[in-house]
């Protein structure tokens, strides 16, 4: 999370930055109406420039996700930039709009204006004043809908498939934005680098709206194949797929993760891919728990021959450290990029050593039967902790467990809050925090 924490307020520092190169937020004279005025400009330039790269991100492009560790890294900083858009538009808002409610109720006073000397407008300078009404209007209704959709996409009670459509919808209100934005920036900025910037992030953001809006994000990296091979755990409520991919496919890491597409009308989910990749071989494989309302009816839907289709890979929880002892724990469902990892070792081993805690609520012995053999073939020490006997997972056992787990770097996959303690626990006993690696199971 190191790099999304560290790029997300340098965004924000380098718009303003930017801004103050331009204006002031200390106008002279320094009236509410004079703020008022600074303030619009300001909020609406952080607002659009976090809105267009959080857009730009919703592409899923590659070059970002090496350098923000991961494409679920990067939907965390989308979702930032989206809560700051949220937050910041509602100021933008409130001192443009709400300004002139206030004015009307009586508890402002409008300055009187002096004479207006006649401007001589340049053409395009000209064209926007004219649009100035019809902007702002767009603007207005434009920020509503996107403050309910924004709203929409935060509250989890509400499903994937509902939160994934309605957000699309986002890419509209974002072009109507960047209209709004374009004719009501300072003009004098366009000649300024907050302007140029600006330029720059308004044209690429609504160029991933329409992509977006066209279903293109991701397009060049999908590739289709079909179901060869089904296996249902019925103890664990978990389907293992086998798929045949298409030739294209660019290969994978082991740890990486994919969006798989087996009904157009419920679109892509992302699952870890369970496998390592052996290019003459062809086959992907991933094994998904029934976890809300598509998992669950995976087991009557897939049927073997079924055309899927596999967008990636994505992800950096890829195992790289130069640490000679590596520590995994894999919650759960959170398991599958440690069976691609041990599927990768037992073909090509690192000679490190790993040590694999599975705490698991439910138990099936022919998948533990499974997880025990890939284990012993890459040679790595493996604790299940079944809760069934009473068996807890935390910091103390592990560190109990691990000889010279000081030395060692510890990756974790399973319930985000579960990581978050024992990534607490652990810095508290010392480990440094670049040691400490998660993947997120959660893209909202
Ligand atoms: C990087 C990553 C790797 C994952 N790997 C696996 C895996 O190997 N095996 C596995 O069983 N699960 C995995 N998941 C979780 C899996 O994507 C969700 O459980 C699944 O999408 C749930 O869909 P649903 O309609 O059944 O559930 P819903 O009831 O709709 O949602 C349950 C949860 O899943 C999330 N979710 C639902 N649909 C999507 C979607 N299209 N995109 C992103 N999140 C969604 C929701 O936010 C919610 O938190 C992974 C998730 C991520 C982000």
Redesign the pocket.
Known sequence: MKAIRFTFPVILLLLTLLWLLADSLLPDPFTYFSFRHVFVQYSGVIAMGAMSIAMLIALRPRWPELRLNG??KMYRLHKWLGITALVVSILHWWFAKGTKWMVGWGWLEKPARGPRGEETLGLIEGLFRDQRGLAETIGEWTFYAAAILMIVALI?AV???L??KTHKLMAVAYLLLAYHSLILVEFSYWTQPVGWVMAILLAGGSAAAVLILLGRSGHNRTVSGHIEQLHWYPELK?METRIQLQPGWPGHKAGQ?A?VTSDKR???????I?SAWQAEDGHIT???????????RLPEYLQQGMEVSVEGP??CFTFDDDCRQQIWVGAG?GI?PFIARMKQLAAEPDGRTIHLFHPTGQYEQAAIDKLTADADAAGITLHVLASKDGRRLDGDLIRATVPGWQQASLWFCGPSAFGHALHKDFSAHGLASGRFHQ??????
């Open positions: 494409l679920d989890k499903p994937y498939r939160f994934a978990v993760f969006f419920e679109g892509a989910h992302p699952y870890t369970a991933f094994v998904t728990k029934a976890l809300g309302d598509h998992t669950s994505y992800g469902i599958t993947e997120l199971f959660e893209m909202r």
